[in-house]
T-cell receptor, first 114, second 113 residues
Framework: NAGVTQTPKFRVLKTGQSMTLLCAQD?????MYWYRQDPGMGLRLIHY???????AKGEVPDGYNVSRLKKQNFLLGLESAAPSQTSVYFC?????????????FGPGTRLLVL | GQQLNQSPQSMFIQEGEDVSMNCTSS?????WLWYKQEPGEGPVLLIA?????ELTSNGRLTAQFGITRKDSFLNISASIPSDVGIYFC?????????????FGKGTKLSVIP
């Protein structure tokens, strides 16, 4: 039981390049989330999914797209990377929504956009 | 968006000392959560609080859900070197949209042996 895993761990992009971050969970959780963490900031929600085939915008969705084709995977895409997207990206999952469902976080993907 | 003010931003303490940090919000939350993040890792849940006035412990950690529902406190007693990390508070509503967490900016704790 690996929990939440993220691929890759670290990536360097040039401005304008595209990439996809992969999140996988093996806990059969319905809800999945993508956050970004910037220095001196808490985590901010980018997009989330309440089930396979569904996605919704979070607090800071601009410049990102997501897909949830399989229940266990949640992909975060950057179509045209910008330096402002340099950040650490965390994926999380929870059994369901609601105040009593713990969100479990992955180890993060560090992205540097030059 | 909603704001969570977490203080202090950082702390340097001697091993064995007690630690206190807090979070205040401009709005009411129905759940308060405290996470710890170690370097190179994702946040890990330490304590969850679901009721105003609730006081919950997890080993040397104790957290309280403020009566006004706009604040929460975390105390660490008899700190040890492995307590080093960044501690985040997070608030969560109930009902529609309740899966979204609002995070504080974190308290960076350094423990001097």
């Amino acid at each position: 039981n690996a929990g939440v895993t993220q691929t890759p761990k670290f990536r360097v992009l040039k401005t304008g390049q595209s990439m996809t971050l992969l999140c996988a969970q093996d806990m059969n959780h319905e809800y999945m989330y993508w956050y970004r963490q910037d220095p001196g900031m808490g985590l901010r929600l980018i997009h989330y999914s309440v089930g396979e085939g569904t996605t919704a915008k979070g607090e800071v969705p601009d410049g990102y797209n997501v897909s949830r084709l399989k229940k266990q995977n949640f992909l975060l895409g950057l179509e045209s990377a910008a330096p402002s997207q340099t950040s650490v990206y965390f994926c999380a999952s929870s059994k369901a929504g609601g105040g009593r469902e713990t969100q479990y976080f992955g180890p993060g993907t560090r992205l540097l956009v030059l | 968006g909603q704001q969570l003010n977490q203080s202090p931003q950082s702390m340097f303490i001697q091993e064995g000392e007690d630690v206190s940090m807090n979070c205040t919000s401009s709005s009411i939350f129905n759940t308060w959560l405290w996470y710890k993040q170690e370097p190179g890792e994702g946040p890990v849940l330490l304590i969850a609080l679901y009721k105003a006035g609730e006081l919950t412990s997890n080993g040397r950690l104790t957290a309280q859900f403020g009566i006004t529902r706009k604040d929460s406190f975390l105390n660490i007693s008899a700190s040890i070197p492995s307590d080093v990390g960044i501690y985040f508070c997070a608030g969560q509503h109930s009902g529609a949209g309740s899966y979204q967490l609002t995070f504080g900016k974190g308290t960076k704790l350094s423990v001097i042996p």
